[in-house]
């Protein structure tokens, strides 16, 4: 029942480049709480930016959000592929150890389930902000 979510910015989606992005940001917001502080006054300019800069921020949660639902459809495949292989040495083994290869594969198959419900939270939350965002406009 999982779907495989589409990357939404391939270019802006990693980790690094959130890192990145999120370091940069907090230098500009420290040089403008500067600026407040020493009394520089707000203008049309700077209210614009601080406008832009927050749709820039729901935009990268949206990334990340994004790219969270995908690790969890992958989290789900490799905990299958983890209990389809202790299912195999369950095959092969004695009595006792198969039992404790069969166990281990039923802990991959609970949790392959639990990250792809948490994949499809995630999916149903972003196509209800997508709608929402088409009512706005």
Do not use: C, F, N
Request: proline fraction near 3%.
């Amino acid at each position: 029942m999982s779907t495989t979510p589409k990357p939404l910015d391939p270019l802006g989606d990693s980790a690094a480049s959130r890192a990145e992005t999120a370091r940069a940001r907090a230098d500009e917001l420290r040089l403008r709480r500067d600026e407040l502080a020493r009394g520089v006054p707000v203008d049309d300019v700077t209210v614009a930016q601080a406008q832009r800069r927050a749709r820039e921020a729901l935009s990268r949660s949206k990334v990340a959000h994004h790219a969270a639902a995908e690790q969890h459809v992958a989290a789900s495949l490799a905990h299958r592929r983890a209990a389809a292989a202790h299912e195999q040495a369950a095959i092969r083994a004695s009595d006792r150890v198969g039992d404790l290869h069969q166990s281990a594969a039923a802990y991959h198959r609970d949790e392959a389930w639990r990250h792809e419900d948490a994949a499809q939270v995630d999916l149903e939350l972003e196509q209800r902000e997508l709608e929402l965002e088409k009512e706005r406009h």
